[in-house]
């Protein structure tokens, strides 16, 4: 059972840069948890985002994604303004995303679970059961399909995020640390899997802190500190930059690698 993305009426063939973010700020009171960052995603890329904790990586994901609206820039998706549109829409329209802390619906089974995902373009149930049990095959989750969500171990329930996730169709698909705290086979079952993902024909954007994913899975690096984006390039330029080092890497890192 192979999985493939479905063609949405009147996206018709998409132009090369798939995301533009122009100078996006968010605050909270006092504090400027993004300050003035710009950058853009072009299909078939896999963009990776690093910065200490607090950095305002996952702000940007919300302000990117509908769940905060940003007091200054625009977010643009196929050349279309999306910043103040809800994130019901914006998932619609083809984005999709994971969280920091999984979120998966208690009360459901896996496949319950993903066909939530599947309802966002296929009303019909058995029709979203289908695309359902479709995904679970491709992520490696189709034998605990009946299980609990609850019962499910901390990697499958990353795994099950992301089936849920792509159960809605996305162009782009946005990872927010989805590899943190795997040991070292799991998480080289979940390279693998993104990188499935992208043969698939889906764009990523992954927040991670895991250096070994960032570096094997990413074209292009953003390094984000206290809300400002600080530097981007390949990964072997960015592992070795100083500022990436003094701000998030620390000296050991360089002098290990």
Not at 119 to 128: E, M, S, T, V
Not at 144 to 160: G, W
Not at 188 to 196: G, Q
Not at 212 to 228: C, H, P
Request: charge should be neutral; hydrophobic fraction near 45%.
């Amino acid at each position: 059972m192979g999985f493939a993305l479905e063609d949405r009426e009147g996206e018709g063939v998409s132009a090369a840069l798939l995301l533009e973010v122009q100078g996006v700020s968010k605050h909270f009171g006092g504090l400027l948890a993004n300050d003035n960052i710009s950058f853009t995603v072009s299909e078939g890329e896999i963009v990776g985002i690093i910065g200490p904790n607090g950095s305002g990586k996952s702000t940007l994901f919300n302000c990117i994604t509908g769940f905060y609206r940003p007091d200054a820039g625009r977010v643009l998706y196929h050349g279309r303004d999306i910043t103040h549109l809800s994130a019901d829409r914006i998932c619609k329209m083809g984005i999709a995303r994971t969280f920091q802390i999984v979120q998966v619906i208690s009360d459901m089974t896996a496949l319950e679970n993903v066909m939530t995902g599947a309802f966002l373009h296929i009303p019909r149930k058995r029709a979203a059961r289908a695309k359902a049990e479709e995904v679970l095959a491709f992520t490696g989750l189709w034998e605990k399909r009946d299980m609990a969500a609850t019962s499910l171990t901390i990697p499958d329930k990353k795994r099950l995020e992301v089936s849920m996730a792509l159960a809605t169709q996305p162009k782009l698909l946005m990872l927010d640390e989805a590899m943190a705290g795997l040991t070292p086979v799991e998480l080289k079952e979940m390279i693998t899997l993104v990188r499935k993902v992208r043969e698939s024909g889906i764009t990523l954007v992954i927040v991670e802190h895991v250096m070994e994913a960032v570096m094997e899975l990413s074209q292009r690096v953003i390094g984000i500190t206290s809300g400002r984006k600080i530097v981007e390039d390949v990964p072997e330029k960015i592992v070795v930059n100083p500022e990436v080092i003094r701000a998030y890497l620390g000296e050991r890192y360089h002098a290990r690698h």
